[in-house]
């Protein structure tokens, strides 16, 4: 009996790596250098860039004339505004919104790709007596949202192909 599960599980096994299945890993940047500009003094989203880059072989340079590729943020912004209310004017759900408009270029200015604009949203759903609670939460729906843009942006650094 031991052996007919042994083999059933071998058999499983079996079917799974022929799947395809793989776990994703991060995106291979095919330059060695690469620079963020534009960004603001304290920007959460270029911190968050700086950490996924530095789990890649490309270097990050402070000057932007050093880099093969520059990423230069042209806007960075979060927003929020209310879906609904109730016909007393309290707030019952929020829309929250992230923006991020960016090139990517060479030092000289020659672009790479068009010009990216990545529009991200999440609805909240709000209550006055879980006002700190609900704050919390749209804290880690920002973050989830930078999280997504970061993803994208690592993904369109994979695809770059260098002039030359």
Sequence with gaps: MHRR???????????????????RKEPVLPFQSLALVGFEPGS???AAL?????????????????????????REARDRSVVASTAAGQVREWELRLYFDYWLRTPSGEL????????????????????LAK???A?????????????????????????G
């Design 112 to 131: 790479l790709a068009p010009k990216v604009e990545l529009r991200l949203t999440r609805d909240l759903n709000f209550t006055e007596t879980q006002a």
């Design 135 to 137: 704050e919390q939460e």
């Design 44 to 46: 959460p989203l270029a």
């Design 50 to 74: 700086r950490r996924q880059v530095q789990h890649t072989p490309v270097r990050l340079e402070e000057d932007a004339s050093r880099a093969q590729v520059v990423i230069e943020a042209l």
């Design 139 to 163: 804290g880690l729906l920002y973050s989830s949202m930078q999280s997504d843009v970061v993803a994208q942006v690592m993904r369109r650094l994979a695809a770059v192909r260098l002039p």
């Design 5 to 23: 599960a042994a083999l059933l599980s071998l058999a499983a096994l079996a079917n799974l790596t022929g799947c395809g299945f793989a776990l």
